[in-house]
Structure formats: structure tokens, C-alpha cells
């Protein structure tokens, strides 16, 4: 019989690529590891490893394996919980990816009325962007991602149930003094002489393809992830933005002065889940809180 807690070492290996390296990870010894490897291969029947030397391979059953245990650990988390649920035992756990904006911003109204709601949930946060978030979701390492999207891609979350939030604009940023600090609303090509402060890879993308459809190519002099950095660089008049309205929120934009921008850019924020676990309590009302917190 395969063990979750086999699969999960196995998991570990794959993705480190080695014994030592998986021990690490998983907060064991190297022996540990190389034992229930052992215990795996032999309730599958088959080597699900290549060694040599240093190197770790997986054979065609261990690909084979891994391809199905996040699926199979995720079913098996999802069971978990609905039945501790149940049986009264806890209230549940849950696992939280998001955005840096998100965080700052839909995150923690969220969460306080879920621990007001539910004092014995548990739930972590960390961060990530888009796509690496979602990978996080499919991949078994969190129960929620908040993410975002410009745009729809076709079939690109079709396997996971998506939770609309709320439709966020891009707002530009110039300095104070600058020629249209003023404006009610900034046509995009106005600002196509400018030196431009790009944030994530995302928006990156996203800005570059808005500014080519208005019939030039925006020079990006400072890239950065990380908002207040990009509200300071545009407060110190090295260059203009757009940011989501929701980033904008988080921080106090001091020495730069917000502009709508023209036409209107907008990115869609979600919450996603897969179909098991949208099923777990706890799950479903962290959902339901984010929700709310996106329509306030």
C-alpha cells in the first residue's frame, strides 16, 4: 500500500534532487528519507529512482507517481479536513498564497473576520506572485491563492474553481510638478516620452503591450516588485508608473500625485481553490471572507 507520507518524500526528492537536499526540506534526517524510499519502492514494485553517483533520476514509474501525488495529497488534505470538521474536532486550517498588494490590503480584513467568525481556525500566509502562486495551489503547498490575471486565457484555470473578487485599476503615478500632475485623466501615449518605473513581471507585460497598442514603447529605466520602492522612485521625479489601485491603498504616495489613466486598464483579482478543497469548512469560509472584504 502507498503511503501519503511516502509520496510526500518522494515529492521532496524529485523536486530537490536528492536525499540530503529533501531531508532538509521536509525538517528530517537523510536516513529517514532513504528509508521510506525504500518502504515506497517496495509497495510499488518497482524502482522509482536512478542513482548515479550524485545525481538522482526518477525512473518512468516515479515520474509516473509524482505526477499524480499532488492531486492525491491534495484529495487526501481535503478528506482530512471536511471529517475534522465533522467530528467537531477543530474548526479546520487553512494555507493562504497571495500577492503582495493583496496582502497588505483584502488579506487582513479578511482574516480578522474570519478569526472573529471562527477563533479556532488556523490560517498562514506567505507571498508570491502570479504564476508561481497558482503553481503553489496545484502543486498541494497551499489551500487559497490570491491572484490575478489580465485578461482572460483560455482554459488557464480551468481545473481550479475561481472565486471573482474584484476588478482593480491601474491608476497612474508622476511626480509632483510634473506637466500633468493636475490632470482629471492622462491619455497612456501622453506619457510616451517619459523614463517609466515598472513593477512585477506581470505588470510589466501587461504595460508594455497597453503602451504599443497606443503606438509606443515605454523606457523602462527602474524595474522593482516592490511597490513602495516604485512610489518612492516616482516621488523623487525619476519617472512615472501605473499601479493597481490596490497597491496604491497600501502605501502613502508622498511626493507623487495620482492621475486616472486613459483608456482604462484593468486586472481581475480571484481567489482560487481546487475542486476538493473547496469543499473543506474552513476553506469555503475563507472564500466567503475574502469576498466580502473585496466588495467593501
Do not use: N
Not at 523536486?15 to 537536499?21: H, N, P
Request: net charge negative; charged share 20%.
Amino acid at each position: 500500500m502507498i503511503e501519503a507520507r511516502h509520496l510526500r518524500v518522494l515529492r521532496a526528492v524529485a523536486a530537490t534532487g536528492s536525499f540530503s537536499a529533501a531531508a532538509r526540506e521536509l525538517g528530517c534526517t537523510q536516513p529517514a528519507v532513504s528509508q521510506q524510499m525504500k518502504a515506497l519502492e517496495g509497495s510499488a514494485g518497482t524502482p522509482l529512482l536512478i542513482r548515479t553517483g550524485r545525481e538522482m533520476r526518477l525512473t518512468q514509474a516515479g515520474e509516473a507517481l509524482v505526477r499524480h501525488a499532488s492531486g492525491i495529497l491534495a484529495g487526501l488534505t481535503a478528506a482530512e479536513e471536511e471529517v475534522a470538521a465533522i467530528a467537531g474536532l477543530r474548526a479546520g486550517r487553512v494555507r493562504l498564497v497571495s500577492f503582495p498588494s493583496g496582502s497588505s490590503t483584502l488579506v487582513p480584513c479578511a482574516l480578522a473576520a474570519l478569526r472573529e467568525a471562527h477563533p479556532g481556525t488556523r490560517v498562514s500566509l506567505v507571498e508570491a506572485e502570479p504564476p508561481r502562486s497558482v503553481e503553489m495551489l496545484r502543486e498541494g503547498d497551499c489551500d487559497i491563492a490570491l491572484a490575478f490575471r489580465y485578461g482572460a486565457s483560455c482554459g488557464e484555470w480551468d481545473d481550479l474553481v475561481v472565486r471573482p473578487l474584484l476588478a482593480d485599476r491601474l491608476i497612474g503615478l508622476v511626480p509632483e510638478g510634473h506637466r500633468l500632475s493636475d490632470a482629471a485623466s492622462v491619455g497612456i501615449a501622453e506619457l510616451a516620452g517619459e523614463s517609466w518605473i515598472a513593477g512585477c513581471p506581470r505588470c510589466r507585460r501587461q504595460l508594455v503591450e497597453v503602451c504599443e497598442a497606443s503606438g509606443f514603447t515605454p523606457r523602462i529605466d527602474f524595474a522593482t516588485d516592490d511597490y513602495p520602492a516604485v512610489v518612492g522612485l516616482v516621488g523623487a521625479g525619476l519617472g512615472v508608473a501605473v499601479l493597481p489601485e490596490l497597491a496604491i491603498e497600501s502605501v502613502r504616495p508622498k511626493g507623487a500625485r495620482t492621475v486616472a489613466v486613459e483608456p482604462a486598464i484593468e486586472r481581475e483579482i480571484v481567489a482560487l481553490t481546487l475542486p476538493d478543497l473547496a469543499q473543506v469548512p474552513a476553506v469555503a469560509a475563507t472564500l466567503d471572507r475574502l469576498s466580502l472584504a473585496a466588495a467593501r
